[in-house]
Structure formats: structure tokens, C-alpha cells
């Protein structure tokens, strides 16, 4: 009982000054009623901002977050693909729930949208027609991702053809390993249509998140340790940036409605001179001797087969243009016949007819 008086006596104390300060402050109200107001709203204008510093997440106006990451270049680590596999397969997804994206606003005209359509349905395609469509899905949800995010160009063609026509760097490698030289089937198109129609309706494909990056499960990138992994959709690996750049609140850049030329971007990635990382095994050191010759890069196919390609740029069709021609006839001895079919030339004098000589009358009657 004694403690209770004991602590008790303070708290009175504090009620009696709080009473005493409420009174002053209430005739200081009634003498300056605009004053009082306006300080008012200023301290709690103060307290808000206040709250807010303690309460939110790092500072993106910090030193340290000035100003975006630069997107890293798709740069490999010299293992092979099947050590590759099982490499991605140890690196855990994130723990928790990643926040589901926002759906994607276009705000322009026919014009901006079929550029946008061009270039979406060409990523989807040429990076995904290998999955199903939830893979094809994802990956139009990258690409909206980046349009938002501050680290990437504002407009659905520029953020796939980001670097495309650099030596080195390009952010979808379709656009830099020749794969444009591929004329898509028809249905693998019109599907990649309908994905990239619909992601630009505002569809959402929630489990990917925020991510800004993906790489396929044969490969690993340099990047992918500095990242946090999102998900995994088919055979690719989805991550988001570390720390503040990678949260939500990040990607609050407004899609302006512009976008630039599809078929001139297209134009410029396929005349660009690209160079090819290679993988250990590859056909690298078969084709090393041959001018122009660069190894692709070929998701294995669905036999389990391993595929090779070989892409020539303009330093090979500058060497074969250069190549003295010989007519492919006179390379070799053949009959004339023989000639004949293979250049179209008239025939020789002596051209025997072909088949067997027939048998003589007086040898059949002999014979019989």
C-alpha cells in the first residue's frame, strides 16, 4: 500500500502540470486564435515527417543511392551447363511473400501501341517460346517491371532493345545473339501476340513480383549472387535488386505513351556486330580459324539433344565475298553428262546416250 502512495505522488504532479498547460493553452487560443492554429498544423506537419524517417526503409536520396544501379552486363561464369543446373537449383527463392507487381497502364495512341506490341510480343517470343505460357508471362512482366523502374529506359521498346546494338551488354540476349535472324512460326507468334496484348491490358503475372532480372537454369550470370532470387518459372530464374532498389516503392516512374521505332531498332540490332560469350565445351576453339564465325547460345531442346549454332556477321560475308569463285563443274573429272547437269551447258558432240548399248538381231537370233 505504502508503494502504491509512493508512486502515485508523481503522476499527480504530472496531472496538475498537464492541467496548467492545457489552460494556458487554451487562453492563448482564445487571445491568438489564426496563430495558434497555424502552429499547430506546422507541429504536426513536424511529428509526421518525423514519424516517417523512423519508420520507413533506407533513404534512396542517400549518398550511397544517389542514383540508380546501372543494369549489369550479361556477363557467364565459365561452367558447364549441367554444373550450371546445379548451381541455380542450391540457390534458394527468398523467404516470405514477394509483393505481387502492379498492373501495367498504357497511356498512348495506335501508333505507340503497336510499336509497344512489336517489341513486347518479340521479347516473349524469341526469349520464351520455348515454356509455356506462364513463362512466356513472366517474362512480359520483366519487361513492364523495368519500364516503371528508374534503372531503365521509359518505353517498352527501349527497355528490350537496351544495349542491343553494343559489342557486349545487350539486356535480351535475342537481340544481340542472332536469334532475330529466325523467322518466328506462325502460332508461336500469335500466341506471344495474345501474352503481350494482354500484359499490356493490365494483366498481372503475380508470382515474379517486382524482379527486374532472369537468366536460364544452364547458365549463371556473374550478377545473379548480388541479387535476391524471386521465383523460378520453367527453366528461368527471376531476381530483384538488393535492398531499397528493389522494393515497391521504387518503380513509380509514369509510362509516358512514347516509344520509338520498332522496325528501326530491330534494323539496327541485326547490322550491329555482336560478340558471344562462350561456354566450356562449346564449338569456340572448332570455329576459332573461321573469319566472322561466333558461337550462339541455344536453350537445350526438348529431345535433350545438344544443339549448336553458328552465327556469321559482316566480317564472314566480307571474307566469302572475297573468295576467288570456281565453277563447281570444273573442280573435279565427270562424264559430260554429268557436266552437263550441273551447268547447263550444251552437250558434247560425242555424248553417249546413257543405259546399256541395245543387243544386236543377229546375236538374239544366235541365242535362240
Given at each position: 500500500m505504502n508503494h502504491v502512495l509512493v508512486l502515485s505522488r508523481p503522476f499527480e504532479g504530472l496531472r496538475a502540470n498537464a492541467t496548467r498547460l492545457t489552460q494556458r493553452v487554451g487562453a492563448l487560443s482564445r487571445a491568438y486564435p489564426r496563430e495558434t492554429l497555424g502552429m499547430g498544423l506546422f507541429g504536426m506537419v513536424v511529428a509526421a515527417a518525423i514519424a516517417s524517417t523512423l519508420v520507413s526503409g533506407p533513404s534512396l536520396t542517400d549518398g550511397a543511392h544517389a542514383a540508380p544501379p546501372a543494369p549489369p552486363p550479361m556477363l557467364l561464369r565459365p561452367i558447364a551447363p549441367d554444373q550450371a543446373l546445379k548451381v541455380n537449383a542450391e540457390t534458394p527463392v527468398a523467404a516470405g511473400t514477394s509483393p505481387v507487381a502492379a498492373p501495367f497502364v498504357f497511356k498512348g495512341n495506335a501508333?505507340?501501341?503497336?510499336?509497344?506490341?512489336?517489341?513486347?510480343?518479340?521479347a516473349v517470343y524469341y526469349e520464351a517460346a520455348n515454356q509455356d505460357e506462364n513463362g512466356e508471362r513472366a517474362v512480359a512482366q520483366i519487361v513492364l517491371n523495368r519500364v516503371r523502374h528508374p534503372a531503365f529506359p521509359g518505353s517498352v521498346c527501349g527497355v528490350v532493345y537496351e544495349?542491343?546494338?553494343?559489342?557486349?551488354?545487350?539486356?535480351?540476349?535475342?537481340?544481340?545473339?542472332?536469334?532475330?535472324?529466325?523467322?518466328p512460326d506462325g502460332d508461336g507468334w500469335r500466341r506471344a501476340m495474345r501474352v503481350a496484348t494482354e500484359a499490356l491490358k493490365g494483366s498481372v503475372y503475380a508470382p515474379v513480383g517486382w524482379a527486374t532480372h532472369y537468366h536460364a537454369d544452364y547458365v549463371v550470370p556473374y550478377w545473379a549472387s548480388t541479387m535476391t532470387k524471386n521465383a523460378v518459372v520453367g527453366a528461368h530464374l527471376f531476381y530483384r535488386w538488393n535492398g531499397a532498389w528493389g522494393q515497391p516503392a521504387v518503380f513509380t516512374r509514369t509510362y509516358a505513351g512514347r516509344e520509338p521505332s520498332f522496325a528501326a531498332l530491330r534494323s539496327a540490332a541485326l547490322a550491329a556486330v555482336h560478340v558471344t560469350q562462350s561456354l566450356p565445351g562449346s564449338v569456340a576453339q572448332t570455329i576459332k580459324d573461321i573469319p566472322g564465325a561466333?558461337?550462339?547460345?541455344?536453350?537445350?531442346?526438348?529431345r535433350g539433344d545438344k544443339r549448336v549454332a553458328v552465327r556469321f556477321n559482316l566480317v564472314a560475308r566480307k571474307a566469302s565475298a572475297e573468295v576467288p569463285h570456281e565453277e563447281?563443274?570444273?573442280?573435279?573429272?565427270?562424264?559430260?553428262?554429268?557436266?552437263?547437269a550441273l551447268s547447263s551447258d550444251t552437250v558434247a558432240d560425242n555424248q553417249q546416250p546413257l543405259?546399256?548399248?541395245?543387243?544386236?538381231?543377229a546375236g538374239a537370233s544366235a541365242d535362240r
Open positions: 501508333a505507340a501501341l503497336s510499336q509497344a506490341l512489336n517489341c513486347l510480343a518479340s544495349g542491343s546494338t553494343r559489342p557486349t551488354g545487350c539486356q535480351f540476349t535475342f537481340t544481340c545473339d542472332g536469334s532475330l535472324n529466325r523467322q561466333e558461337p550462339l547460345k541455344l536453350a537445350p531442346s526438348l563447281y563443274a570444273k573442280k573435279f573429272s565427270a562424264s559430260d553428262n554429268l557436266k552437263f543405259g546399256r548399248p541395245p543387243a544386236s538381231t
